[in-house]
């Protein structure tokens, strides 16, 4: 499927949910009526819904009707919430990665992760959200759309730097670094040929990367000012 097919369902949607259902559904409640959701509820729910498709699909390859299949909602809700396919996916990389969240992506005895470590799950999802930020910036979405989230990210890992020797420099620097590494195996492992035993190598510098952080930090000059 060629990529950034989808915006159609943002146009003209006023018209279609004339004929819609005035509040999305999900499963029968008692009694065989479908209970009401809220937006917020219904946002969350097709959210979720997208996060579990990426796991398992490359992104061009997800629907609307495969959204809303998985989230149990009617697909014009996607298009009356939020405009387009592709600001629904844009909206999933801003969902931070919580303990709440690697239980819903693994629950219900869905294996979407082949793993049982949790740093490996993190991983996964990791690379999973790194893919479709490319596939994003591939369809033209401004860069500008993930730097807000981007810096939240990179502020929470800076954070696991307590080494009271360390500058902000040198904790911004191996933070980037990380990030970047982590990025570079997601989108161009394959394109180098990488193996799982480079793909898992590669993680365990990152993670170990404070380690080495006192050294490197007077060998590059970042414990002096800018």
């Given at each position: 499927m060629p990529p950034c097919t989808h915006t159609e369902y943002a146009l003209n949607y006023a018209e279609r949910m004339s004929a819609a259902p005035k509040t999305p559904t999900n499963r029968a409640a008692p009694g065989g009526k479908k209970p009401r959701l809220s937006r917020a509820d219904a946002e969350s729910q097709m959210l979720l819904a997208a996060a579990k498709l990426l796991l398992r699909h490359p992104p061009a390859d997800i629907t609307v009707h495969m959204i809303a299949g998985e989230a149990g909602v009617h697909h014009d809700y996607i298009a009356r919430y939020f405009t387009s396919r592709e600001e629904l996916l844009i909206r999933v990389t801003e969902i931070p990665l919580t303990d709440g969240l690697l239980k819903e992506l693994t629950a219900e005895g869905e294996v979407l992760v082949p793993s049982s470590s949790p740093s490996q799950i993190q991983l996964k999802i990791s690379n999973?959200?790194?893919?479709?930020?490319?596939?994003?910036?591939?369809?033209?979405?401004?860069?500008?759309?993930?730097?807000?989230?981007?810096?939240?990210?990179?502020?929470?890992?800076?954070?696991?730097?307590?080494?009271?020797?360390?500058?902000?420099?040198?904790?911004?620097?191996?933070?980037?670094?990380?990030?970047?590494?982590?990025?570079?195996?997601?989108?161009?492992?394959?394109?180098?040929?990488?193996?799982?035993?480079?793909?898992?190598?590669?993680?365990?510098?990152?993670?170990?990367?404070?380690?080495i952080t006192p050294l490197a930090q007077k060998s590059f000059g970042w414990d002096q000012p800018t």
């Open positions: 999973t959200r790194h893919q479709l930020i490319a596939y994003l910036l591939a369809c033209g979405v401004s860069p500008e759309r993930f730097t807000k989230a981007q810096e939240a990210l990179i502020k929470n890992i800076m954070d696991l730097f307590t080494n009271p020797e360390l500058t902000e420099r040198s904790r911004r620097n191996f933070t980037l670094i990380g990030v970047l590494l982590m990025q570079a195996t997601a989108l161009m492992g394959d394109v180098n040929g990488m193996t799982q035993q480079d793909r898992d190598d590669i993680a365990a510098f990152t993670f170990g990367i404070g380690a």
